[in-house]
């Protein structure tokens, strides 16, 4: 879950500032498409926690040979995804990845790619496909 600090307008940023500061978060002024549906007091300021729904996080290092590794970090505030695995493809071969449960909402999956082209990975639970990307290399 991600979190922030809630302010109702613009008269009370100086207490949403106060407590961003304090614990460290980003202040959101108003409703935004992350905290429209979500129940809380809107009158007053204050700390929420927003669910992040199918969100892969990537990290890669900066070089540009093969061999190097990607890691990436899936989370679902709403499904279990303890049981769920990465399928790498590229170019219609299907690739090996290691996958590793963070917690239950959270999984953590590392792949090396052998050469240039075009990857898709994807997040399955059993058959069903949950949440893809696809990125160039």
């Known amino acids: 879950m991600d979190r922030l600090v809630y302010c109702p307008d613009d008269s009370h940023l100086e207490d949403a500032l106060s407590v961003a500061k304090e614990a460290t978060l980003a202040v959101q002024i108003g409703?935004?498409?992350?905290?429209?549906?979500?129940?809380?007091?809107?009158?007053?300021?204050?700390?929420?926690?927003?669910?992040?729904?199918k969100q892969f996080f990537l990290e890669t290092p900066s070089a540009t040979d093969y061999g190097f590794s990607i890691l990436f970090e899936y989370i679902?505030?709403?499904?279990?995804?303890?049981?769920?695995?990465l399928?790498?493809?590229?170019?219609?071969?299907?690739?090996h990845s290691t996958s590793m449960k963070r917690?239950?909402?959270?999984?953590?999956?590392?792949?090396?790619?052998?050469?240039?082209?075009?990857?898709?990975?994807?997040?399955?639970?059993?058959?069903?496909?949950?949440?893809?990307?696809?990125?160039?290399?």
């Open 31 to 53: 409703d935004s498409w992350r905290t429209q549906h979500l129940d809380f007091d809107r009158t007053k300021v204050s700390v929420i926690r927003i669910p992040v729904y």
């Open 76 to 85: 679902n505030d709403f499904e279990d995804v303890a049981d769920c695995k």
């Open 87 to 95: 399928k790498v493809t590229h170019d219609g071969d299907v690739m």
């Open 103 to 137: 917690d239950k909402h959270s999984l953590i999956c590392s792949f090396i790619p052998t050469k240039s082209g075009t990857y898709q990975f994807v997040i399955f639970k059993g058959q069903v496909e949950m949440d893809s990307l696809t990125l160039d290399f």
